[in-house]
């Protein structure tokens, strides 16, 4: 009897969920799942095909794989008129638990056809066992930056309004307390820091121009990029790194002048140098875009996952690791970083070696 190929295996479990998972009575087209697991960008019937192709199947990408676990995890997928992927987030445990079960078999399935060893357990960088807490320290920013509503003065004074890269944080502080219903999760601006905002759990967001503690941890934790003015990029710091002796810097792209199309975003884990049974972690970029870019590598509901597998498959110790990151911007919005496109992960370290590894199309010889 001849064995039937990984390939073949997958396309056949993903052919049966489509037309079997909701029962006889469901009539699931291949053009309404493309849909629902695209949303926006509705996936063609010819795509949806060929990943159950009986004869020469095509693999999807990893992100897809993850997206058929969520939609078959609850009836709910098909509540509506039009199928549509429900969030994660809203999960009831039974869900959950569905949506874990079918993740793992279909990534194992996955990892046979491209002939990876198993590495199916989810991290959730976010996730902490312990009992904290969690700071997140952010950045403050520059009197002439501020508008009239900082003032404590005025009616209408609003804190938050002061703090730099304010959307990272809220984005964060959101998943974080979402991550651990049960723990203190605090923020705080720079400036304010005491001693017990450093002992537990730290995240500092923001580069080292609105935000000292970034400059003083970066100079504590001695990593292989710093981050330094530079006369090409007078709007933020850039990154810097030696690189086989040759000192490189990266970068941001503009298309025209005050026009950003891509930035550069740091993300750095590592145990906390003030408490070494915390983390510390870093969210950092040349410009807030590239912050914001750092942060939704792991909150991204659509990303998480797969940049979480990366992390998993990359680094000997994922709680400790550092990635620099391209982060592209279009009109203005963010997207968010997917560690498994080439070119995205511009440096990384350490990799099982030892050593760091860089993307060389992704930096700049420092003249």
């Not at 307390?177 to 203190?184: I, V, W």
């Not at 007078?234 to 002796?245: L, M, Q, T, W």
Request: glycine share 8%.
């Amino acid at each position: 009897m001849q064995s039937v190929s990984p390939a073949h295996q997958l396309a056949s479990r993903l052919r049966k969920l489509r037309a079997e998972h909701w029962g006889p009575d469901y009539k699931l087209t291949q053009g309404a799942l493309g849909a629902a697991l695209g949303g926006t960008d509705s996936l063609s019937v010819a795509t949806v095909a060929s990943w159950e192709n009986r004869d020469n199947p095509k693999p999807p990408q990893h992100k897809w794989i993850l997206a058929y676990a969520q939609f078959f995890a609850t009836r709910r997928s098909i509540a509506d008129t039009a199928p549509r992927l429900v969030p994660i987030e809203s999960f009831t445990l039974e869900e959950q638990a569905s949506y874990d079960s079918l993740r793992e078999e279909l990534l194992r399935l996955y990892a046979a056809v491209r002939g990876e060893p198993e590495q199916v357990a989810t991290r959730r960088s976010w996730y902490f066992a312990d009992s904290g807490p969690v700071t997140l320290v952010c950045a403050q920013l520059p009197e002439e930056e501020r508008g009239k509503l900082t003032s404590p003065e005025n009616p209408n004074y609003t804190e938050l309004l002061s703090f730099g890269d304010l959307d990272a944080m809220v984005e964060l502080w959101g998943h974080v307390r979402m991550e651990n219903p049960k723990m203190k999760v605090t923020y705080t601006s720079a400036p304010h820091v005491v001693a017990d905002n450093l002992s537990g759990h730290v995240v500092i967001i923001g580069g080292v121009g609105w935000n000292d503690v970034t400059r003083r941890i970066l100079d504590l934790t001695q990593l292989p990029v710093t981050q330094t003015d530079d006369p090409d990029s007078p709007s933020g710091e850039i990154f810097v790194a030696d690189i086989n002796g040759q000192e490189r810097k990266f970068l941001p792209t503009w298309s025209r002048p005050n026009k950003l199309v891509e930035d550069v975003g740091l993300l750095v884990r590592m145990p906390n140098p003030h408490n070494s049974n915390r983390t510390l972690t870093m969210c950092n970029g040349i410009h807030s875009r590239g912050v914001f870019g750092a942060v939704r590598s792991l909150t991204d509901e659509g990303l998480r996952e797969s940049n979480e597998l990366y992390i998993a498959r990359n680094f000997p110790d994922s709680q400790q690791f550092g990635i620099l990151m391209r982060v592209r911007v279009i009109e203005g919005v963010v997207m968010t970083p997917d560690f498994n496109t080439a070119g995205i992960v511009l440096y990384q370290w350490p990799t099982a070696s030892g050593e760091p590894s860089v993307d060389r199309a992704g930096f700049q010889a420092r003249r």
